[in-house]
């Protein structure tokens, strides 16, 4: 899937789905784990398949090894593709146009920012864990360092386990509350439990850090409804496989 916004704008990118990929059952098919119990030789095919897609080398694809936090890490393409994967982090920022910032998601919300000014970009982790600290204003800080002057951002937010399916406790309903500038984020469920609408807290979250209204584009889906197409942890457990979303900065102008 890809957002017009950041298309319109020139920048290579993509939410991928689950499908077109060689990972057999249950991680069919284009799963980019490991760690869940796929072969690195399937992952290894679907990265060069993503790649392929993105224009750029399958060992220029980084991202890294997420742990929930609101780290975002610069990478390049002078980082081994290897070690750069086993460093611990949720965001990737770059400006170097041979390399695609990636994230890996399965629930999670994949959120692809860039700037129109110097073409750098950043995909972001945000799930709940990471929303609750404000990822995307970290994501948001790093690439105006990396910038260094006038930014002019957009950003993406991917596919996603919606309200519909995000069903949380009270004490989780009350710490994304409190992390959301709009506080219309929680609603009750069906089964009386509160359900969470992280796309929501996530974009007041970019427009609090400096993303024009109109520049925020979202890209739809609940990975927990939509067997055919995501991935999700929440309906298949720790055997899910993992999605990729990913952007290449482009030549400043
Ligand atoms: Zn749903």
């Known amino acids: 899937m890809r957002s017009p916004l950041l298309l319109s704008?020139?920048?290579r990118h993509a939410f991928f789905l689950r499908n077109g990929g060689v990972s057999p059952a249950p991680f069919d098919s284009l799963n980019f784990s490991v760690s869940v119990g796929d072969t690195p030789a399937h992952v290894h095919d679907n990265l060069r398949i993503a790649a392929d897609d993105l224009g750029v080398a399958a060992d220029h694809i980084l991202y890294l090894d997420q742990i929930h936090s609101a780290l975002v890490l610069p990478g390049s393409r002078a980082d081994h593709a290897a070690t750069y994967r086993t460093t611990q982090g949720d965001g990737v920022v770059s400006a170097d146009p041979l390399v695609a910032c990636a994230v890996r998601t399965a629930d999670c919300a994949p959120v692809l920012i860039a700037?129109?000014?110097?073409?750098?970009?950043?995909a972001i982790h945000s799930g709940w864990k990471s929303t609750a600290q404000d990822i995307v204003a970290a994501g948001v800080r790093a690439l105006r360092e990396l910038a260094g002057g006038r930014v002019d951002l957009l950003a993406a937010v991917g596919p996603h386990i919606e309200a519909c399916c995000f069903e949380v406790g009270d004490d989780v309903a009350t710490t994304l509350a409190g992390a959301s500038p709009d506080h219309e984020v929680v609603r009750?469920?069906?089964?009386?439990?509160?359900?969470?609408?992280?796309?929501?807290?996530?974009?007041?979250?970019?427009?609090?850090?400096?993303?024009?209204?109109?520049?925020?584009?979202?890209?739809?889906?609940?990975?927990v409804c939509d067997?055919?197409?995501?991935?999700?942890?929440?309906?298949?457990?720790?055997?899910?496989?993992?999605?990729?979303a990913a952007i290449v900065a482009r030549a400043s102008k």
């Open 227 to 244: 067997r055919e197409r995501f991935f999700s942890y929440r309906r298949d457990g720790a055997r899910s496989g993992r999605m990729l």
């Open 9 to 11: 704008a020139g920048f």
């Open 115 to 122: 700037d129109r000014a110097s073409g750098a970009v950043a």
């Open 188 to 223: 009750p469920g069906p089964r009386g439990r509160p359900h969470v609408d992280l796309r929501r807290i996530i974009h007041a979250q970019l427009a609090r850090a400096g993303v024009a209204q109109q520049a925020i584009d979202h890209v739809r889906g609940c990975s």
